[in-house]
């Protein structure tokens, strides 16, 4: 059973930045794809980027390409999320989320383990 805390949700005006990580208690953390989703109030969990194990691949939403960076630390059990030139839709609960497997998948119902979520809040 994969445990997942997600860190460094929070306040910022729109343009800013914010880096959200996600820690892992499970120590096979580098044998998981891991992604973050997003869910805005009334709105279904989206997906926003997800890493190979190995951290070389990834893959996002378009919503979100080019201004958002997905990276993993298999040594620390950590993944990152690195949101820049932040919007007002961006505003959600941003949620980790591990899977099983080797390749990347958008849709939430390949994930089995999910953390509790962090919110991010961007003011226009």
């Known amino acids: 059973q994969v445990q997942l805390v997600e860190f460094g949700g929070g306040l910022v005006q729109a343009g800013g930045s914010l880096r959200l990580s996600c820690a892992a208690s499970?120590?096979?953390?580098?044998?998981?794809?891991m992604a973050w989703f997003r869910q805005a109030p009334g709105k279904e969990r989206e997906f926003v980027a997800t890493?190979?194990?190995?951290?070389?691949?990834?893959a996002y939403a378009d919503s979100v390409k080019d201004r958002f960076t997905i990276s993993r630390d298999n040594a620390k059990n950590t993944v990152y999320l690195q949101m820049n030139s932040l919007k007002s839709e961006d505003t959600a609960v941003y949620f980790c989320?591990?899977?099983?497997?080797?390749?990347?998948?958008?849709?939430?119902?390949?994930?089995?383990?999910w953390g509790q979520g962090t919110q991010v809040t961007v003011s226009s």
């Open positions: 499970e120590p096979t953390f580098s044998t998981y794809v």
């Open positions: 890493t190979t194990r190995s951290g070389i691949g990834a």
């Open positions: 989320g591990a899977r099983m497997g080797t390749s990347l998948r958008r849709d939430k119902s390949a994930y089995q383990y």
